[in-house]
């Protein structure tokens, strides 16, 4: 097997949520459990953060990473889902790992794969695992990849747990209130592991308070932490001073029990993309017109971001625009500006929802547009039609983004 070979079996032989949905998921962290132990149980050879939350917890596991980084550890970086390449899910101190290294755990444990139906989320994650063992990491930023109590990776016993926010967004499966939802995430809550909670909300906070009690976990809320304006970070976007209150929050918690100082604090925060290269979250492409790609694809995150959108200086705004088939559309459609010029687009994965079907639900809101016949043509024709003093935003979609960067 040569890489190229071995993505296409890891994408083609396994159920993966990214392409089929819910179908994917495994109702069981047994199967992980067993393969983590069939491969010598790596996971007991490095320290740990455990980092869920429904928007946010890609920018702050890696500003977490990139202070560890700034401090001198060997740090590993679990994220999904990847924008460009598989490689992106698996780093340490910011490199990806080696094709090789892919190619090696697939041909050595392949047999295994196949004869225990192990889905992606679950090899994925014991490579990560066993990757960060071999390479002698020190700590590790884990982050969930959907929902908390029965994802891959909570099999983790974590220095410290992080849960960033609670929005709406894969309801199908963890739940259709706040509430449910909070219940999922607040499943990574260990016993007496301190748990850091990054927004406040009614009707999630005593969902978290009761699960923290039933634990003895010592449990904080990073909105009673005002210092966010005094630390700057590279990564772009209004929405990241909320992140930056939930990691100073955590950092303070975590050097209670690891080596943590200021100055690595403020220089890893400053160096985020450059660290760990995290891509996606409010990227700019180009400066005139302005085009500027985020990864925000639920209520939450797309308020955030449309508000930033509003703040912006331009003539004309235009939006290339997809989502996947099991979006609400109810959900979002009231952040999305209808002044805006929009072209309608369909993610080329298996869950992406039809340009055409979205053009036409779109216009029964009110918004004004044409289809295109892929992402790339989306932006193609934005391209034409914007004049220097326009905006392009392109998003809707992780997977509209990760066509952009490729």
Not at 143 to 155: A, C, F, I, K, P
Not at 395 to 400: A, E, Q
Request: proline share 3%; aromatic share 8%; with cysteine.
């Amino acid at each position: 097997m040569n890489y190229q070979n071995t993505v296409e079996w890891l994408f083609a032989r396994l159920p993966m949520y990214q392409k089929i949905g819910a179908k994917a998921l495994n109702k069981s962290l047994l199967p992980t459990q067993n393969f983590l132990s069939h491969v010598g149980n790596p996971h007991h050879q490095f320290k740990s953060v455990h980092v869920a939350g429904t928007n946010g917890k890609g920018s702050v596991s890696s500003m977490m990473a990139s202070v560890l980084q700034e401090q001198g550890y060997r740090v590993g970086l679990y994220t999904s889902p990847h924008l460009k390449d598989f490689r992106e899910r698996i780093k340490i101190n910011g490199e990806e790992i080696p094709e090789q290294a892919v190619i090696d755990f697939v041909e050595k444990h392949q047999q295994y794969i196949e004869e225990n139906t192990i889905s992606f989320f679950e090899l994925t994650v014991v490579m990560a695992f066993d990757y960060f063992a071999h390479q002698q990491t020190d700590i590790a930023v884990i982050e969930v990849g959907m929902g908390g109590r029965l994802d891959s990776t909570n099999v983790i016993t974590p220095l410290l747990s992080v849960i960033t926010n609670i929005g709406l967004d894969h309801t199908a499966v963890l739940g259709n209130t706040l509430g449910k939802i909070a219940g999922e995430k607040a499943g990574i809550i260990k016993p007496k592991i301190p748990v850091i909670i990054g927004e406040k909300h009614t009707e999630t906070e005593k969902v978290f308070v009761e699960i923290a009690q039933k634990n003895e976990a010592s449990i904080y809320f990073a909105e009673d932490n005002n210092q966010t304006n005094l630390y700057q970070t590279d990564l772009k976007g209004n929405y990241q001073q909320q992140n930056i209150r939930t990691v100073r929050t955590a950092l303070k918690i975590l050097a209670q029990q690891i080596t943590i100082d200021e100055k690595s604090i403020k220089k890893g925060l400053a160096n985020v993309v450059k660290n760990t290269k995290l891509l996606g979250r409010w990227q700019v492409l180009n400066e005139s017109p302005l085009v500027v790609a985020d990864t925000a694809h639920n209520a939450h995150g797309l308020q955030q971001t449309m508000q930033q959108v509003a703040q912006q200086n331009f003539d004309k705004l235009y939006i290339v625009l997809g989502v996947v088939d099991d979006k609400d559309l109810n959900t979002i459609v009231d952040y999305l500006p209808k002044t805006a010029y929009y072209l309608f687009v369909r993610p080329n994965v298996a869950r992406g929802l039809d340009a055409f079907v979205l053009s036409e639900k779109m216009r029964n809101y009110g918004f004004v547009g044409e289809v295109c016949s892929c992402v790339s043509a989306g932006y193609e024709e934005a391209m034409k039609l914007a004049t220097k003093n326009d905006m392009i935003y392109i998003g809707g979609s992780t997977f509209v983004v990760a066509e952009i960067l490729k």
